[in-house]
Every structure is written in structure tokens, then in C-alpha cells.
């Protein structure tokens, strides 16, 4: 049987980031991906926005990664190549109650470390996007996109040519510890591993299932997954020109999102979306989608001069939530050794900004690892 020093079960961009991560001094690394190719679920299923810091509870784990990850992700892009945009983003008050939350998330964005926030009127609105309508907006200059399949790819290929195994096609059935290893069973095999990190996603709470409640920490008793889907829709090329840049409403108020907002891509065109509902297969991204007259609706609070008729159905991602249906706030990261078997780490709820924060918690994840391995 193989013996490695780090498994890490999930090849998503966190998974990939952390590979990338402690290859560089740890030898025999494996990443186990259930899919054909890394990064194929939440990790590219979503807006490509390189986020600020700017929503997130100050001191919380989202806040301190997002921030950090900002500034790592922007570098390892220019670093490898990886196609990405410092765009700005505008998060825009419809009215005057809106307008009136503007300073405190301001307040909130400069205690959590962003910088360049400032207060925009009107005539600020129109000066950077013309077809937007709203009275006043928080301009947030650190905001960028990147073509997020690119970004995973690219932490993988980083991973791999620092000797770390890349293994797809092998979903996690078995996780067995021991005193100073687990035992992985996988589609691919059996390996046994002196550090396990469990970065597997949507999936994050059934592979820490696998492991008998009495030893796991993370057991669905106490915390479990609630995917909520989000559908985008992507506005056609004649249209195009109508968003410069990004553009989003303030915080949905039930914390399932940041609200329909408006991407533009790397491609010249800008995606409507995302939206936001509970669902109960963590694999449906298909059915019962939400109607391009419905994205219309939403947009043209901030978008007056977007029609049905200029949208197109576009992807579907899932988040992995941790608040249930009908609950109320927002959860952090959960990053944590497990309480019985500390040689295996659980990144559970590691959704938006988990793209932006992957290489911030790439490096807490790679100093657990070598604190375990010693």
C-alpha cells in the first residue's frame, strides 16, 4: 500500500491551493478528485470575482482570508499567467434606506483591512457606469475577476511540478485513523497518509462521516452541508456594453447571497446572477431553472435598460452553506483538526469567498500540516 505524507481529499481550488502550498517543502503529496478533472464543481460554477474583504464579519476566518487572499490570488495570477482583471466594483443604493447602510459597510471593509473605500453620489455612479440608476454606491477599487477554471488548473499544475500527485476519478468510501496514520479508500485505491485533509466541498460533511461519530468532531450531528444553487444568466454581446465593470446590490438581507449582480467576464460580455435557493441534491444543476424574465425583473433595479430579450441562460453553481433552511445568519469557515483524530484537518463551508481566500488558506492549512507532521 502506498504511504504518503498529506492526502488531501477534495481537488477544488482550496484542495489545489493547498497542494500547491505544501509541496513546496513536503514531499509525497496526494490530491484525491472524485471528478474527471480537478475543479469541476463550486470552484468554477460561480461569478470569477476576486473579492475585497469588504462583507465579512471583522475578526471572522472569511474576513482574514479574503483580505489576504486578494492580494495572493492577484500575485499568483500575474506569477502564472493565469488571465485576471483589477476591475473595481460599485455596490450600489437603490434608495435613500439603502444609501443609509453605505457608511457602516464602509466601516466594516476598512476594519477587515480593505483599502481605497469610498463613498460615491449619483453623479460618481454615472461617471463610471453610465446605465447604472442609483443615488449613491461604495466604490471598491481592490474588486477583480479571473477565469477561475484557469486559477485551479493552474494551482494544480504548480502542485504537480513540485512532485505532489494529482489523482481524479477517486471519491473518498473509506477513511480509517490510526494512532499515526489514516487509511484512505478511494475509487482509485488505498493509501495511507500521516496528515489527511478533508477539503472535498459540498461533500466536506459525508467524508467526515466516514469517520464514527464518537471520533469525529465534525459529525452532520453537529454540522452538515445545505446546498443552496444559484442560477447566472449571461446578458448578449449587442448589450454588452451596458456594465463596465462589477456592480452589485448590498448584502442580501438572508445572507444566501450578495444578490444579483452584474459580472463583467474576460470575454467582453457580463453575467445577470447569481441566484439563491435551498435545494436537496447536491448534484442538480439543471432542473427547474429560473426564467430569464425573472433575472430581468431583479436587474432592472439597478439596470433599467436590460430586457428579457437580452439574456441568455448561462452555468449553475451550488454552495455548500451551513445555515439551514429558515436559519438566520451567516456561518464562517470552519477550519479545525479534527477533536479525536487531530492528524486529520476538516474545511467545512469553504463557500464564497473560498475562491479569492484558497491560497490565504492554503497557508493556515499548510502550517497545521507541518505542526502534525513535526
Known amino acids: 500500500m502506498d504511504r504518503a505524507n498529506v492526502v488531501i481529499i477534495g481537488g477544488g481550488v482550496v484542495g489545489c491551493a493547498i497542494a500547491a502550498a505544501v509541496s513546496k517543502s513536503i514531499a509525497d503529496v496526494f490530491v484525491l478528485e472524485a471528478m474527471p478533472r480537478v475543479g469541476m464543481g463550486a470552484s468554477t460554477r460561480n461569478s470569477g470575482v476576486i473579492h475585497s474583504g469588504l462583507y465579512y464579519t471583522t475578526g471572522s476566518l472569511k474576513a482574514r482570508h479574503c483580505v489576504r487572499g486578494n492580494q495572493l490570488t492577484v500575485e499568483f495570477c500575474a506569477a502564472h499567467r493565469v488571465p485576471h482583471r483589477r476591475t473595481g466594483k460599485l455596490v450600489v443604493a437603490t434608495n435613500e434606506k439603502e444609501a443609509e447602510q453605505l457608511p457602516a ?23 463610471r457606469e453610465p446605465h447604472i440608476a442609483g443615488g449613491a454606491a461604495i466604490e471598491v477599487p481592490s474588486t477583480g475577476i479571473v477565469l477561475s477554471e484557469e486559477l485551479v488548473k493552474a494551482y494544480a499544475r504548480v502542485a504537480a511540478g513540485q512532485g505532489a500527485s494529482i489523482v481524479t476519478h477517486a471519491k473518498v468510501m473509506r477513511l480509517e485513523p490510526s494512532n499515526d496514520c489514516a487509511r484512505i479508500t478511494s475509487e482509485a485505491g488505498e493509501i495511507e497518509a500521516r496528515c489527511v485533509v478533508n477539503s472535498a466541498g459540498l461533500f466536506a460533511d459525508e467524508v467526515a462521516a466516514l469517520l464514527k461519530p464518537a471520533t469525529c468532531s465534525l459529525h452532520p450531528a453537529t454540522y452538515k452541508i445545505y446546498p443552496v444553487r444559484g442560477d447566472y444568466c449571461e446578458v448578449v454581446k449587442p448589450k454588452a456594453h451596458l456594465v463596465n465593470a462589477l456592480v452589485y446590490p448590498l448584502p442580501h438581507p438572508d445572507h444566501l447571497s450578495l444578490g444579483v449582480h452584474f459580472t463583467r467576464t474576460l470575454w ?22 429560473e426564467p430569464v424574465e425573472e433575472f430581468a425583473r431583479r436587474a432592472k433595479l439597478m439596470l433599467p435598460a436590460i430586457e428579457a430579450a437580452d439574456l441568455r441562460p448561462a452555468h449553475s453553481g451550488i454552495r455548500a452553506k451551513l445555515v439551514p433552511p429558515g436559519g438566520k445568519g451567516s456561518a464562517d469557515f470552519i477550519i479545525e483538526r479534527d477533536a479525536s483524530f487531530p492528524r486529520i484537518i476538516h474545511l467545512v463551508g469553504i463557500e464564497s469567498p473560498g475562491l479569492t481566500s484558497a491560497p490565504s488558506i492554503a497557508e493556515q492549512v499548510s502550517a497545521m500540516i507541518a505542526e502534525t507532521l513535526g
Open 105 to 127: 459597510l464602509v466601516e466594516k471593509g476598512r476594519a477587515n483591512g480593505v483599502e481605497g473605500l469610498r463613498i460615491v453620489d449619483a453623479a460618481g455612479i454615472r461617471a
Open 268 to 289: 467582453d460580455t457580463f453575467l445577470v446572477g447569481p441566484t439563491a435557493r435551498y435545494i436537496e441534491d447536491k448534484n442538480d444543476y439543471e432542473s427547474n431553472p
